[in-house]
């Protein structure tokens, strides 16, 4: 062997052995068991919305983000781990919280995801812990009025890696889709003129409409959208601690209690009461 070959060999071999362990490192972070570790650190990592009005939303203020998903995570932390349980944030968007939640940089996705049979491929769902339905929401005095009146002079604003384009195409199929990375996206697109409508669960609709006068839901829902917490598939005993937990919330008080706090009145003579258990 050339004194240049194994030169490069010296090199290359410890640079592989690098890359190697550094492969096998992140996959024993998204394979240990959580229900284990959080055990012997109490610290919960959830994925959340920064961008969800009333769900997850940043306060530029405080730079700490609030909303219905983070005080219901906080409980269950509270529930899990006691009042020495730990919850961290992270922000994730409808197309990175999969990948984040597999890549074992959070444990558990609470950021107003629809539970369906697809995701149920790739993620393990907790029971139901808000009941949710796609609406649309306009300027007030639009055309539309219901979902049926989207034609295809109309332009629908959705947001990427959701559940929302699917149901629109189904239900308004002449109308054309304009999608956008998040929901702060998609509204200012609205406001623009560059949609008619946007659309999304009536929960986060309603959270933009409560802060804007000029907008407001119309048609009621067209679909069915119930909210879960996501959980990587094999983390069974976690699952069920998360289960155990929202169980419990709904029976001492604590999840009405944050119900009510974010969803105080019947905002649109429909909101929904939550998850039932």
Request: proline share 2%; charged share 30%; net charge positive.
């Amino acid at each position: 062997m050339s004194r240049i070959k194994k030169l490069v060999s010296f090199l290359f071999l410890p640079m592989l052995l690098v890359i190697v362990l550094s492969g096998c490192k992140g996959e024993s972070v998204a394979n240990k068991n959580i229900a284990k570790r959080i055990k012997e650190e109490p610290v919960i990592t959830w994925g959340v919305k920064y961008d969800t009005r009333l769900f997850g939303m940043m306060d530029i203020k405080t730079r700490k983000v609030e909303g219905f998903d983070i005080d219901i995570a906080k409980a269950i932390t509270k529930e899990i781990l006691g009042k020495d349980g730990k919850a961290e944030f992270v922000e994730v968007t409808s197309k990175t919280r999969i990948p984040l939640l597999k890549n074992g940089n959070i444990d558990a996705i609470i950021a107003t995801m629809t539970i369906t049979e697809d995701r149920k491929k790739e993620v393990d769902f907790s029971d139901i812990y808000f009941d949710a339905g796609q609406s649309l929401l306009v300027k007030k005095g639009s055309h539309i009025k219901d979902i049926k009146d989207l034609t295809s002079a109309d332009t629908v604003l959705a947001v990427k890696g959701s559940t929302s384009t699917i149901n629109i195409r189904k239900h308004a199929p002449n109308a054309k889709i304009l999608e956008l990375e998040n929901y702060a996206e998609a509204f200012t697109a609205l406001q623009s003129g560059q949609g008619q409508a946007m659309t999304t669960d009536n929960a986060i609709l309603l959270g933009m409409a409560s802060e804007n006068d000029h907008y407001e839901l119309t048609g009621g829902t067209f679909t069915n959208e119930p909210y879960g917490i996501a959980i990587n598939k094999g983390q069974d005993d976690f699952l069920k601690e998360v289960n155990t937990a929202l169980h419990k919330m709904h029976e001492n008080g604590t999840y009405n209690k944050i119900f009510e706090k974010w969803f105080p009145k019947d905002a649109d003579g429909r909101a929904k009461k939550g998850a039932q258990f």
